[in-house]
């Protein structure tokens, strides 16, 4: 009976800490005990309210802290589409300044978007690995200026966002 009792009284100890836990950053910035809470803004919402201020691109913070900034297309080495993909059509392109990392958009579905880029890295000598999640794909390659890929495909409707990093470029 008293090892039920203890056993009750930890458990409501625990429940109560992580009602506690999770209610604490709320109800923290209410009364003003704690930060702000960052408001939830949808990708369009972003983009529409970074628009909104004169002068200003919705990435130029992410470009400052990683070195990845816009890019039109045409900027892109030779080696890119020679041993990754090409950017032919694709649109809003981002990468650093030695392409190891490159995002852009595609519009279509995710499913035949992923198809399309798996087939052109698979022609330009890849082995793709399943990563076990979905639009997440990893790829080995002998020679050229990469040897190392990770490719990330998500989709909103009939538009498609990409992320590609490779190694050693």
């Known amino acids: 009976m008293v090892e039920a ?11 109560a800490f992580v ?8 109800v923290a910035a209410t009364v003003g005990w704690g930060p702000e809470p960052a408001p ?14 004169p002068g200003t691109e919705p990435f130029d913070g992410l470009g400052a802290a990683s070195g990845v900034k816009r890019r039109d297309r045409e900027e892109a080495p030779a080696w890119f589409a020679q041993e990754v993909v ?13 392409w190891s990392i490159v995002g852009f958009s ?6 035949d978007v992923e198809a399309h880029l798996r087939s052109e890295l698979e022609e330009h000598g890849w082995v793709l690995m399943e990563s ?16 190392w890929l990770w490719m990330s495909t998500a989709g909103i409707g009939e538009e498609v966002s990409v992320v ?5 470029a």
């Open 5 to 15: 009792r203890r056993l009750r009284r930890a458990c409501l100890l625990v429940a």
């Open 164 to 168: 590609v990093q490779v190694s050693g």
């Open 19 to 26: 009602v506690v836990t999770a209610l604490w950053n709320p």
């Open 132 to 147: 076990g999640t979905e639009g997440l794909v990893t790829g080995i390659k002998e020679g050229g200026n990469c040897q």
């Open 86 to 98: 090409s950017l032919e059509n694709v649109y809003d392109v981002m990468a650093e300044d030695a």
């Open 40 to 53: 939830a803004l949808s990708g369009r919402a972003f983009v529409e309210k970074a628009l909104e201020t």
């Open 106 to 111: 595609q519009r279509g579905l995710a499913p």
